[in-house]
Protein backbone atom coordinates (compact mmCIF):
# COMPACT_ATOMS: atom_id res chain seq x y z
CA UNK A 1 0.00 0.00 0.00
CA UNK A 2 1.80 3.49 -0.82
CA UNK A 3 1.60 5.68 1.13
CA UNK A 4 1.90 9.63 2.19
CA UNK A 5 1.75 11.08 5.57
CA UNK A 6 1.43 13.92 6.96
CA UNK A 7 0.54 15.59 9.91
CA UNK A 8 -2.90 16.43 10.72
CA UNK A 9 -2.16 19.38 13.14
CA UNK A 10 -3.42 22.27 13.34
CA UNK A 11 -0.65 24.43 12.86
CA UNK A 12 -0.84 27.35 14.43
CA UNK A 13 1.28 30.59 14.06
CA UNK A 14 1.08 33.56 14.01
CA UNK A 15 1.34 36.17 11.08
CA UNK A 16 3.95 37.10 9.63
CA UNK A 17 6.22 33.57 10.58
CA UNK A 18 7.07 30.87 8.97
CA UNK A 19 4.96 27.94 8.42
CA UNK A 20 6.67 24.40 7.48
CA UNK A 21 4.83 21.63 6.75
CA UNK A 22 6.20 18.38 6.02
CA UNK A 23 4.97 15.00 4.23
CA UNK A 24 6.56 11.74 3.50
CA UNK A 25 5.95 8.78 1.23
CA UNK A 26 6.55 5.49 0.89
CA UNK A 27 7.44 5.17 -2.56
CA UNK A 28 10.90 5.16 -3.35
CA UNK A 29 9.88 5.32 -7.54
CA UNK A 30 7.55 8.61 -7.04
CA UNK A 31 8.90 10.73 -9.72
CA UNK A 32 6.12 14.18 -9.31
CA UNK A 33 5.26 15.68 -5.69
CA UNK A 34 2.28 18.11 -5.25
CA UNK A 35 1.26 20.59 -2.83
CA UNK A 36 -2.48 21.73 -2.62
CA UNK A 37 -4.32 24.14 -0.58
CA UNK A 38 -7.79 23.46 0.04
CA UNK A 39 -10.11 25.97 1.93
CA UNK A 40 -12.79 25.01 4.17
CA UNK A 41 -15.54 24.13 1.74
CA UNK A 42 -13.70 24.38 -1.63
CA UNK A 43 -11.76 22.26 -3.69
CA UNK A 44 -8.43 21.51 -3.57
CA UNK A 45 -5.89 24.05 -5.60
CA UNK A 46 -2.95 23.26 -7.10
CA UNK A 47 0.04 25.68 -5.57
CA UNK A 48 3.31 23.99 -6.10
CA UNK A 49 4.89 21.30 -7.84
CA UNK A 50 8.41 19.72 -7.49
CA UNK A 51 9.95 16.98 -9.77
CA UNK A 52 13.87 16.87 -8.19
CA UNK A 53 15.81 17.03 -5.37
CA UNK A 54 16.54 20.66 -3.94
CA UNK A 55 14.34 23.85 -3.39
CA UNK A 56 11.68 25.27 -5.91
CA UNK A 57 10.56 28.68 -4.77
CA UNK A 58 7.37 30.61 -6.07
CA UNK A 59 6.83 34.08 -4.34
CA UNK A 60 6.11 33.17 -0.75
CA UNK A 61 6.28 29.35 -1.01
CA UNK A 62 9.31 27.24 -1.54
CA UNK A 63 8.56 23.37 -2.17
CA UNK A 64 11.74 21.28 -0.76
CA UNK A 65 12.10 17.69 -2.10
CA UNK A 66 15.08 14.99 -0.95
CA UNK A 67 14.13 11.75 -2.47
CA UNK A 68 16.86 9.77 -0.30
CA UNK A 69 15.15 10.73 2.86
CA UNK A 70 11.53 10.40 0.92
CA UNK A 71 10.26 13.65 2.12
CA UNK A 72 8.68 16.87 0.79
CA UNK A 73 8.00 20.37 2.61
CA UNK A 74 6.57 23.51 1.59
CA UNK A 75 7.36 26.41 3.13
CA UNK A 76 4.96 29.60 3.81
CA UNK A 77 6.98 33.10 4.28
CA UNK A 78 5.25 36.13 5.97
CA UNK A 79 2.23 33.69 6.36
CA UNK A 80 -0.80 35.88 6.49
CA UNK A 81 -4.43 34.97 8.06
CA UNK A 82 -5.73 34.15 4.36
CA UNK A 83 -3.52 31.12 4.41
CA UNK A 84 -5.42 29.83 6.93
CA UNK A 85 -6.23 25.92 4.73
CA UNK A 86 -5.59 22.36 5.07
CA UNK A 87 -2.51 21.76 2.85
CA UNK A 88 -2.48 18.85 1.17
CA UNK A 89 0.60 16.52 -0.03
CA UNK A 90 0.22 14.69 -3.31
CA UNK A 91 2.43 12.08 -4.63
CA UNK A 92 2.71 10.92 -8.52
CA UNK A 93 3.68 7.05 -8.35
CA UNK A 94 5.19 5.36 -11.71
CA UNK A 95 6.07 6.98 -14.96
CA UNK A 96 3.81 5.07 -17.48
CA UNK A 97 -0.01 5.83 -18.64
CA UNK A 98 -0.80 3.79 -15.61
CA UNK A 99 0.69 6.52 -12.95
CA UNK A 100 -1.14 6.83 -9.70
CA UNK A 101 -1.90 10.50 -7.08
CA UNK A 102 -1.62 9.65 -4.04
CA UNK A 103 -3.00 12.18 -1.57
CA UNK A 104 -2.37 12.32 2.35
CA UNK A 105 -4.65 13.44 4.59
CA UNK A 106 -3.85 17.12 4.50
CA UNK A 107 -2.17 19.72 7.70
CA UNK A 108 -4.63 22.57 8.55
CA UNK A 109 -2.64 25.65 9.24
CA UNK A 110 -4.13 28.53 11.28
CA UNK A 111 -2.59 31.85 11.02
CA UNK A 112 -3.31 33.95 13.89
CA UNK A 113 -3.12 38.17 13.12
CA UNK B 1 -6.64 27.61 -15.75
CA UNK B 2 -8.64 24.94 -14.95
CA UNK B 3 -11.39 23.62 -17.26
CA UNK B 4 -13.19 21.23 -15.04
CA UNK B 5 -16.78 21.43 -14.45
CA UNK B 6 -19.36 19.94 -12.35
CA UNK B 7 -23.05 20.13 -11.97
CA UNK B 8 -25.45 20.46 -10.01
CA UNK B 9 -23.17 22.07 -7.42
CA UNK B 10 -25.92 21.30 -4.42
CA UNK B 11 -28.39 18.97 -4.65
CA UNK B 12 -30.92 18.20 -2.26
CA UNK B 13 -32.83 15.02 -2.46
CA UNK B 14 -34.81 12.27 -1.21
CA UNK B 15 -33.93 8.98 -0.11
CA UNK B 16 -34.49 6.64 -2.47
CA UNK B 17 -33.92 8.48 -5.64
CA UNK B 18 -31.34 7.97 -8.50
CA UNK B 19 -29.25 10.70 -8.82
CA UNK B 20 -26.38 11.50 -11.46
CA UNK B 21 -23.64 14.07 -10.79
CA UNK B 22 -22.13 14.88 -13.76
CA UNK B 23 -17.77 16.33 -14.47
CA UNK B 24 -16.71 17.48 -17.41
CA UNK B 25 -13.63 18.42 -18.87
CA UNK B 26 -12.08 20.41 -21.98
CA UNK B 27 -8.39 19.22 -21.20
CA UNK B 28 -8.03 16.27 -23.17
CA UNK B 29 -6.60 14.54 -19.94
CA UNK B 30 -6.96 10.67 -19.51
CA UNK B 31 -7.20 10.25 -16.32
CA UNK B 32 -10.52 11.42 -13.88
CA UNK B 33 -11.62 10.85 -10.49
CA UNK B 34 -14.18 10.55 -8.43
CA UNK B 35 -13.26 12.14 -4.81
CA UNK B 36 -15.61 11.95 -1.45
CA UNK B 37 -15.09 14.35 1.55
CA UNK B 38 -16.64 14.82 4.73
CA UNK B 39 -16.38 18.21 6.23
CA UNK B 40 -13.23 18.87 7.76
CA UNK B 41 -12.15 15.27 6.54
CA UNK B 42 -9.46 13.64 4.13
CA UNK B 43 -10.10 12.96 0.62
CA UNK B 44 -11.36 9.38 -0.11
CA UNK B 45 -11.31 7.60 -3.83
CA UNK B 46 -14.35 6.07 -5.02
CA UNK B 47 -13.55 5.67 -8.77
CA UNK B 48 -11.20 6.33 -11.63
CA UNK B 49 -10.49 6.06 -15.09
CA UNK B 50 -7.39 5.80 -17.62
CA UNK B 51 -9.26 6.61 -20.27
CA UNK B 52 -12.15 5.73 -21.89
CA UNK B 53 -14.06 2.24 -21.44
CA UNK B 54 -11.81 2.46 -17.87
CA UNK B 55 -13.40 2.56 -14.96
CA UNK B 56 -11.81 1.06 -11.64
CA UNK B 57 -12.93 1.24 -7.96
CA UNK B 58 -11.12 3.64 -5.43
CA UNK B 59 -10.13 2.96 -1.87
CA UNK B 60 -13.13 3.45 -0.11
CA UNK B 61 -15.92 1.37 -0.86
CA UNK B 62 -18.97 3.02 -2.63
CA UNK B 63 -22.36 2.21 -3.71
CA UNK B 64 -22.13 4.72 -6.95
CA UNK B 65 -21.26 3.33 -10.33
CA UNK B 66 -19.54 5.49 -12.77
CA UNK B 67 -19.28 5.27 -16.48
CA UNK B 68 -16.27 7.06 -18.80
CA UNK B 69 -17.94 6.61 -22.99
CA UNK B 70 -16.38 9.89 -23.52
CA UNK B 71 -13.06 11.45 -22.65
CA UNK B 72 -14.34 14.91 -21.79
CA UNK B 73 -17.68 12.92 -19.22
CA UNK B 74 -17.22 10.84 -16.34
CA UNK B 75 -20.63 11.00 -14.55
CA UNK B 76 -20.95 9.08 -11.32
CA UNK B 77 -25.20 7.67 -10.67
CA UNK B 78 -26.18 6.38 -7.28
CA UNK B 79 -29.19 4.25 -8.25
CA UNK B 80 -30.76 4.84 -4.69
CA UNK B 81 -29.55 7.58 -2.71
CA UNK B 82 -29.57 7.46 1.06
CA UNK B 83 -28.89 9.77 4.11
CA UNK B 84 -25.09 8.40 4.27
CA UNK B 85 -24.43 9.42 1.08
CA UNK B 86 -24.59 13.43 2.21
CA UNK B 87 -21.27 14.48 1.45
CA UNK B 88 -19.15 16.78 -0.97
CA UNK B 89 -18.14 14.89 -4.02
CA UNK B 90 -15.18 16.43 -6.12
CA UNK B 91 -14.15 15.01 -9.68
CA UNK B 92 -10.32 15.59 -11.00
CA UNK B 93 -8.43 15.57 -14.16
CA UNK B 94 -5.11 15.25 -15.07
CA UNK B 95 -2.64 14.07 -18.04
CA UNK B 96 0.94 12.69 -16.38
CA UNK B 97 0.73 15.36 -13.78
CA UNK B 98 -1.35 17.11 -11.70
CA UNK B 99 -4.68 16.91 -10.84
CA UNK B 100 -6.94 20.07 -11.80
CA UNK B 101 -10.56 19.62 -9.35
CA UNK B 102 -13.93 21.01 -10.10
CA UNK B 103 -15.75 22.93 -8.11
CA UNK B 104 -17.61 20.13 -6.37
CA UNK B 105 -20.61 18.89 -5.66
CA UNK B 106 -22.70 19.65 -2.05
CA UNK B 107 -25.06 16.55 -2.29
CA UNK B 108 -27.76 16.29 1.00
CA UNK B 109 -30.45 13.36 0.92
CA UNK B 110 -33.30 13.66 3.28
Known amino acids: QKEVEQNSGPLSVPEGAIASLNCTYS??????FFWYRQYSGKSPELIMS????GDKEDGRFTAQLNKASQYVSLLIRDSQPSDSATYLC?????????????FGKGTMLLVSP | EADIYQTPRYLVIGTGKKITLECSQT?????MYWYQQDPGMELHLIHY???????EKGDLSSESTVSRIRTEHFPLTLESARPSHTSQYLC?????????FGQGTRLTVV
Open chain 2, 27 to 31: MGHDK
Open chain 1, 90 to 102: AVREGSSGYSTLT
Open chain 1, 27 to 32: DRGSQS
Open chain 2, 92 to 100: ASRSRGEAF
Open chain 1, 50 to 53: IYSN
Open chain 2, 49 to 55: SYGVNST
